[in-house]
C-alpha cells in the first residue's frame, strides 16, 4: 500500500492548533497538511503514519511527550515503536525520530533538517 493522503487541512484547524499550543509549525509541513491532513502508508520502504493536524496537541498529551522530551512535537510514527516528531525548541523544523517506549531526550535521532527533507529520505530508502 502507498501513502494515501487524507483531505487536506482547513484554516481554521490550523488557527485553533496555534491557539491551543501557541506554538508555530514549519511552513514546508504546514503546507503539504493543507493538502494531506495525515495518511498513512508506505514511502519508498518505510511506513509512515502521519496524524491530522487536530489529533497532535491530544496524542502528545496521551503520550506524556512534554514530560519525557519536552523540546519535541510529535506529528507520527513508524506504525510500530517509534514517533516522528520536530524538535521545537533548537531549530522547529528539525526532525527527529524516538521510541515510545523508553522516550527521552537521549533516544532522538535526528532524521532530517525538514519536513521536506524527512519525505526526501524516507523516498530514498
Known amino acids: 500500500m502507498r501513502f ?7 484554516e481554521q484547524e490550523l488557527t485553533i492548533f496555534r491557539k491551543v499550543t501557541g506554538l508555530t509549525l514549519p ?42 522530551i519536552p523540546d519535541v512535537l510529535l506529528f507520527g510514527s513508524t506504525g510500530g515503536g517509534d514517533a516522528y516528531g ?22 532522538c535521532k535526528r532524521i532530517a533538517g525538514s519536513f521536506t527533507e524527512f519525505l526526501e529520505t524516507l523516498e530514498r530508502t
Open 4 to 10: 494515501v493522503c487524507n483531505e487536506g487541512a482547513p
Open 27 to 68: 511552513e514546508d509541513y504546514l503546507s503539504f497538511m493543507r493538502r494531506c491532513n495525515g495518511g498513512e502508508g508506505y514511502i519508498g520502504d518505510e511506513y509512515l503514519m502521519l496524524w491530522r493536524l487536530g489529533e497532535l496537541e491530544k496524542f502528545n498529551r496521551e503520550y506524556e511527550v512534554h514530560e519525557y
Open 86 to 107: 520536530f524538535r521545537t525548541i533548537l531549530s522547529g523544523s528539525e526532525v527527529v525520530k524516538v521510541p515510545f517506549i523508553g522516550m527521552s531526550s537521549n533516544l
